[in-house]
């Protein structure tokens, strides 16, 4: 599958920073847009880098998380399987494909997946595929 970026052998679910709301603990789980994540790390924020550090690769407002129940994540764009990502996507927000398109709205039944941030160094957004 040429599209294919990663993906969760483990069957946890795929393990990504994202960024996450203010006010997000470790361990505790929240949401990113319609997405439920659970947060492995304390959001990076510029007070944590001087006291305790963050890990390494958070930007300020990032948390690693796993995202249970999504197993793969698959690039967009022109050329790809997939095709082009919908205008003003954001990070958690849902994803349908629509008559061969991705698409912002839709159906239960044409609901795939969610907008994820692309890990570095590609960058932009793909779509994490929802587990049966």
Do not use: W
Not at 57 to 81: F, K, M, V, W, Y
Request: charged share 15%; aromatic share 4%; hydrophobic share 35%.
């Amino acid at each position: 599958m040429k599209n294919l970026l990663t993906y969760a052998p483990d069957g946890r679910g795929l393990k990504l920073k994202l960024p996450v709301p203010e006010g997000t603990l470790e361990g505790v789980p929240t949401r990113v847009g319609d997405l439920l994540v659970l947060p492995t790390t304390p959001r990076a924020t510029a007070a944590l880098r001087q006291t305790t550090g963050v890990p390494q690769g958070l930007r300020n407002g990032e948390a690693s998380c796993d995202i249970p129940g999504l197993t793969h994540l698959l690039a967009t764009g022109p050329g790809t399987e997939l095709g082009v990502l919908f205008d003003g996507a954001t990070p958690g927000q849902k994803v349908y494909r629509v008559n061969g398109a991705l698409a912002s709205a839709g159906t239960d039944v044409q609901h795939i997946g969610f907008v994820i941030p692309l890990p570095e160094p590609v960058r932009g957004f793909g779509v994490g595929i929802l587990g049966n």
